[in-house]
């Protein structure tokens, strides 16, 4: 099993449409959660850090559930621009830095 | 958060020759890190390099295959060694900044062995 796994999709969606990933993580000693997004042929860059009280950025809203183990992230009013994949990162400390196969996400006119 | 750069962002080379790509931080960090990426693949850790000591390779990776340099606290180099066409792949540098550990790339060096 992977420390980290997500659904590799693809998500198709209609723009506007409301779209949500999710992502679990194996070990219960994961300190820090992320979500990157990598575009083609691009480099993976952070689009924002999860925290247990749930954090927002514009139409994108990242939740950590540590009981579960797992995180979440939801896309509101999806936009062309956001198509992309979206990694699910975790770090365990001592530079150990995870990440999940990613969840391909396209959105269409 | 730091700038990277990397060189080359892409080479075609021959199988069992070598090719060192470099990486370049706008500020001293102490850790750098090396990865591969496989196409339509996640991100696999190859080696973490620390400033003034051997780079400590994960499993499947070893120091004759990819050599790294870590001369100072911007600078380091990977060489992918004697490349076959199984090593074509995307090679990105990494930093780590902040409290959490927070990882930025590089834009990537695009590797086709032919």
């Known amino acids: 099993r992977k420390e980290v796994e997500q659904d590799p999709g693809p998500f198709n969606v209609p723009e506007g449409a409301t779209v949500a990933f999710n992502c679990t993580y194996s070990?219960?000693?994961?300190?820090?959660f992320f979500w990157y997004r990598q575009d083609c042929r691009k480099e993976p860059k952070l689009l924002m850090s999860?925290?247990?009280s749930g954090n927002e950025d514009g139409r994108f809203t990242a939740q950590l559930n540590r009981a579960s183990q797992y995180i979440s992230l939801l896309i509101r009013d999806s936009k062309l621009s956001d198509s992309a994949t979206y990694l699910c990162v975790v770090t365990r400390g001592g530079f150990k830095t995870i990440f999940g196969a990613g969840t391909r996400l396209f959105v269409k006119a | 958060s730091a700038v990277i750069s990397q060189k080359p962002s892409r080479d075609i080379c021959q199988r069992g020759t070598s090719l060192t790509i470099q990486c370049q931080v706008d500020?001293?960090?102490?850790?750098m890190f090396w990865y591969r990426q496989q196409p339509g693949q996640s991100l696999t850790l190859i080696a973490t390099a620390n400033q003034g000591s051997e780079a400590t390779y994960e499993s499947g990776f070893v120091i004759d295959k990819f050599p790294i340099s870590r001369p100072n606290l911007t600078f380091s180099t990977l060489t992918v060694s004697n490349m076959s066409p199984e090593d074509s792949s995307i090679y990105l540098c990494?930093?780590?900044?902040?409290?959490?550990?927070?990882?930025?790339f590089g834009p990537g060096t695009r590797l086709l062995v032919l």
């Open positions: 070990n219960s000693a994961s300190q820090s």
């Open positions: 500020s001293q960090v102490t850790m």
């Open positions: 999860v925290y247990s």
């Open positions: 990494s930093v780590e900044e902040g409290p959490q550990e927070t990882q930025y």
